[in-house]
C-alpha cells in the first residue's frame, strides 16, 4: 500500500493557467497536467493506492462553493484513488457549521495554508479551526514552515506550532513538509519528537527547475538523506507520512527516491502506507 497525502488538483478549465503563474512564482516546473486526470495517471505510473488532494483557501469567500464541488465531485475522485479533503479559511465566518457539513459527508479532514491566508498560525482564528476539526474527528494539515513562492515571512514557525499544541493539543495534526519547510535545524531540535504527524512533501529533491523562472533563493533548500533519516527517526518513523506535493514533484521519482534512501522495509512500509493507512481510517 502506497499512499501520498499531499498532493493538489485543480479544475481542467483552468489547470494551465494556475500552474504556469504558481509555477513561475516558485521556480519549480509541474509533473502532471494539475487536474485529477493528470494526478491519476501519474498515482498509476508510480503504484500509488490512494492520494489525498488538499484544496487551498486563499479567500474566505472560495470557502462555499469550492468545498460545494468537491462534495460533488467527491465519487468520482475516489473511483481514481483520489481522496479529497475540505477547505478553510480562518476568516470564514461560519466555520462550525461548514466543518459539521465536511464531516457528515465522510470528508477526513481539511488544509489550512497561513502563508497564502496570510495569518499566522498561533492567531485565535486558526486555533478556533483547529479545535473545533479536532472535535469533529477531522484532520487538520497545515502547511508548515516557508513557502517556496512566498518568503517573506513564516506564518507557521516552529514557535508557533508549539504554541498551538500546548493550547489546543489536536490529536489529528498533520504539518506538512517535514514539520517546517527549510528551518529544518529548529525541527531536529525543537519539534522531532512531538505528538504530531509530519509529511514529506516537498523535503527531499531534487526541485525540478521552471524554465527561464526568476532566481527563487530556496530553490536548493532540501533535504540530504543523512538528515532526511536523522529527523524522521528522532521523530518516529510511526508518525511520518510519505508525500510529493504533486504536481510540484514526480510522484514517481519521488517513490523510487524513498525506496533508496536509507529507510528500513519496516520503515518504508509504515511511511510509504501504513502510517496513513491508520490515520486515514483505511485499515477497515
Known sequence: MIIDFHTHTFPEAISKQVLEKLGKAAGVLPATNGAASGLAASMKEAGINYSVNLPVMTRSGQV???????????????????????????????????????????????????????VDLDDIRMKRIIACAEELGLITLIHAGIDIGLYDHNYSSVAQILTVLSEVRPEKFVLAHMGNWARWDEVESDLAGAPLFMDTAFSVGPLDPYPDAPANPYSHVVLDDNAFLRIARKHGTDRILFATDSPWQPQKRYVERFRRIGLTEEEQQQILGKNAERLLGLEK
Open 64 to 118: 462555499s462553493s469550492v468545498n460545494h464541488n468537491l462534495l460533488a465531485g467527491m465519487e468520482a475522485l475516489a473511483a481514481d484513488g483520489i481522496l479529497t479533503f475540505g477547505g478553510m479559511h480562518p476568516d470564514y465566518e461560519n466555520y462550525k457549521d461548514e466543518l459539521r457539513r465536511l464531516a457528515r459527508a465522510g470528508i477526513r479532514g481539511i488544509k489550512l495554508h497561513p502563508a497564502y491566508q496570510k
